[in-house]
């Protein structure tokens, strides 16, 4: 196979994974490749629905060391310590496509705010920034009662990301983890 016909072959899988799966329509999601000083990061952000009460989103999304049994990706999650309203949590993760596949270690710090947002901001691992945001607001859509649910986040790994499908990566993994916290939450 030559290369050009390996290039096409990968830029149509990126594109066809990137397209919207089931829960699309009501998931929105933004990925822009920015630069602070030269150095390339992922500006995020991804905003959903879930058929929850702000209670239960609450709960699922705290419930860290719970998380890695329906985010596709994550592999362990560990509180290693809580004082008060912070929490160190390690995880481990698999991100990637194709033939591009890393393990991810981190540490984050996360500051709870409840019972609207949470903040996740990098303590140590294999990324040179990473920084989330979870924010739940009650509201309505459709006629049904819920909350909406806004992440954002600036991500750049410590590791090669290929440019070409960066943005593509980096979306899909986001739109995976959000079907998954959305399906969980209406459970």
């Known amino acids: 196979m030559t290369i050009t016909a390996l290039c096409s072959l990968l830029i149509a899988a ?12 009501t998931i929105d999601i933004a990925v822009t490749r920015n630069h602070i000083s030269e150095q390339p990061y992922f500006d ?33 999650a560990r509180i290693l310590s809580r004082n008060g309203a912070e929490v160190l ?21 996360i500051t709870e705010k409840p019972p609207s947002s949470i903040e996740v901001a990098l303590v140590s691992g294999d990324m040179k920034r990473y920084s989330a945001r979870w ?31 960066g943005n593509a990566i980096v979306q899909t993994d986001i739109r995976k983890m959000l079907e998954a916290v959305i399906v969980e939450l209406e459970k």
């Open 89 to 109: 949590l390690e995880q481990d993760g698999r991100g990637g496509f194709f033939v591009f596949h890393h393990t991810i270690h981190l540490q984050v710090r």
């Open 135 to 165: 924010s739940m607001t009650p509201t309505e859509q459709a006629g049904i009662s819920g909350t909406r649910l806004d992440y954002t986040g600036a991500i750049e790994p410590d590791f090669f990301v290929p440019p070409l499908v």
């Open 14 to 25: 990126v594109a066809m994974l990137a397209s919207p799966a089931t829960a699309a329509s």
């Open 44 to 76: 995020i952000r991804a905003s959903g629905f879930a058929n929850a009460t702000p209670e239960r989103v609450w709960q699922v999304l705290t419930d860290y060391e719970r998380q890695p049994a329906y985010v596709p990706n994550l592999l362990r």
